[in-house]
C-alpha cells in the first residue's frame, strides 16, 4: 500500500519543490504578461489561486460521478464557473485593476495550473488533501508573480507598490516594464533558484555517500578486530 505524504508536504511542496511557475514551468502566458507592477502579479495570482482552490474542492467531490470520456469538459465547465465569478467581482468591486489585466482574467480558465492539478491531482483524492494542493500551488504561484512583478516594477519604475523606493537619480530600465524585461527577468530567476536546488541535492547525495562509506569503514573494523 502506498504511503501518503504528510498534509504539510501535500500544502509546502508547490511553494518550493513543484513551485508552479519555477520548477513545472506552468501559467507562463499570465507569468510573464501581467508582471509590470507588483500588484498586478498579486491581484492575478489571487484571482487564480480562488478558482483553483474551489475548483479542486468540487472535482475532489464530485470525481467519483463525472464519467472518464467527459471528465476534461466537466473540468473546465466547473473551472469556467469560479472565473466568471472571479471575473464580475473585479469588474464591480475593482475596475481598475479588472482593466489593468484586462483579457488574463477570463483566460485563467485555460490555465493549464489548474487544469493540470484538477487532472493530476484532484481527481485522485480526497477533498481535504485536494484543497491543500491547491493552496500550495496557489502560494506558489503568488511568491513567483509577486517576486517577478516587485523587481520589474522596482528597477522599470523604481517603486514597488506604488510607492518609490529608488532614488529620482536612478534611471529606471524601460526594457523591465516591456516583454523583453518579463522574458530575462523570469530566466535569470529560474536559473538562480535551479542552481541553488541543484546545490543542495549534491550536497545531500555527498552527505549520504560519505555516511555509507562511515558505516562501512566501521563495519569493517569491527569484522578485523573480531
Known amino acids: ?6 498534509l504539510f508536504t501535500e500544502y509546502s511542496k508547490g511553494i518550493w519543490d513543484n513551485n508552479p511557475v519555477f520548477k513545472q ?3 507562463m502566458c499570465p507569468t510573464l504578461a501581467v508582471t509590470v507592477s507588483a500588484m498586478n502579479g498579486i ?8 478558482v483553483l482552490v474551489f475548483s479542486s474542492l468540487i472535482i475532489s467531490l464530485v470525481r467519483k460521478v463525472i464519467p472518464t470520456q467527459v471528465r476534461i469538459a466537466a473540468y473546465i465547465v466547473i473551472i469556467a464557473t469560479f ?10 468591486q475593482f ?3 479588472s482593466k489593468s489585466l484586462g483579457p488574463y482574467i477570463p483566460l485563467i480558465v485555460v490555465n493549464c495550473v489548474i487544469l493540470g492539478r484538477a487532472e493530476a491531482f484532484a481527481s485522485k483524492n480526497n ?5 491543500l494542493d491547491a493552496l500550495g500551488m496557489g502560494s506558489g504561484f503568488l ?8 523587481i520589474r516594477e522596482i528597477i522599470g519604475s523604481r517603486t514597488i507598490l506604488g510607492m518609490q523606493v529608488l532614488p529620482n537619480a536612478f534611471e529606471p530600465w524601460l526594457i523591465m516594464i516591456l516583454p523583453a524585461g518579463a522574458f530575462l527577468t523570469l530566466g535569470v530567476m529560474m ?8 546545490s543542495r541535492k549534491k550536497k545531500a547525495e555527498k552527505a549520504i555517500v560519505t555516511g555509507y562509506m562511515e558505516k562501512e569503514t566501521v563495519s569493517t573494523a569491527s569484522v578485523q578486530e573480531g
Not at 477533498?127 to 484543497?131: A, F, I, N, Q
Request: glycine share 8%; hydrophobic share 55%.
Open 1 to 6: 500500500m502506498k504511503k501518503q505524504t504528510s
Open 127 to 131: 477533498p481535504l488533501r485536494s484543497v
Open 143 to 150: 511568491l513567483a508573480l509577486f517576486a517577478l512583478g516587485g
Open 43 to 50: 491581484a492575478m495570482a489571487l484571482a487564480t489561486t480562488f
Open 95 to 97: 475596475p481598475d485593476l
Open 191 to 198: 536559473g538562480t533558484i535551479n542552481a541553488f536546488l541543484e
Open 25 to 27: 514551468v506552468l501559467g
Open 83 to 92: 472565473v466568471t465569478i472571479v471575473d464580475l467581482v473585479m469588474r464591480a
